[in-house]
């Protein structure tokens, strides 16, 4: 693989993973309601299901799921009920009381197993990414040189592109956290976020994978 190839790949994926998405937005919520630091299992249960799917996609289970219709589409319907339920429950998460000391209550409840396994599932339930991996991965591998290296690199790189956005998102919601102490904030960020799930769930559904 070639400086240039890389270079372009960089950049490409960079502005990718920056962009809004269920991971994102998890991460984000997750760092609201429970800090940075409690948030980083869930950047890694996102990150250890993106390897997942980008070392599947390089396996070639991205041409599986678009030759097996039937199981692409059980797939989508799992991960979108799943983001569908997510967003509902984000809607009617109870409001923090911040004067009698219960707000952010929740980071006592979940323990770093239970963040990992959430975040692992949001990120591996949907298939779109391995479809996207598929198509998207192939276009900078050189033919004439030995591929596993090279997917190793392309697969590394957009892991660290992923964790970057990862942390800057984390970030964002630790400062934005200090700003819904007030209960009625803090319920508007809650819907916010549970809308912005069913969206998802509701795009994954009406998502056709092009044969």
Known sequence: MSWNTWWLYF???FLLSGAPGPNML??????????????IPAMLGCLAALV?????SALGLGAVLLASPKVFEVLQYVGAAYLIWL????????????????????SVVLTNRQIFQT????????????LFAAAFLPQFVNPTSPKI???????ATF?????????V?????????HYLLRPALRRMFDRLTGVMFVGFGIMLLRFRPQS
């Not at 290296?149 to 697969?155: D, S, T, W």
């Open 149 to 155: 290296p090279q997917f190793a690199v392309l697969v």
């Open 169 to 177: 998102y984390g970030l964002g919601g630790n400062r934005l956290r």
């Open 119 to 130: 975040a692992f599932v949001i990120s591996i339930s949907n298939p779109k990414l391995l």
């Open 87 to 106: 967003g509902i429950k984000a809607w009617r998460e109870e409001t923090p009381d911040a004067d009698n000391g219960t707000a952010m209550a929740s």
């Open 26 to 39: 998890h991460i984000l919520s997750r760092s609201v309601s429970l800090g940075v630091n409690r948030a």
């Open 159 to 167: 892991s660290l592109c992923e964790l970057f956005w990862y942390a």
């Open 11 to 13: 950049v490409t994926v």
């Open 52 to 56: 997942v799917m980008l070392v599947g």
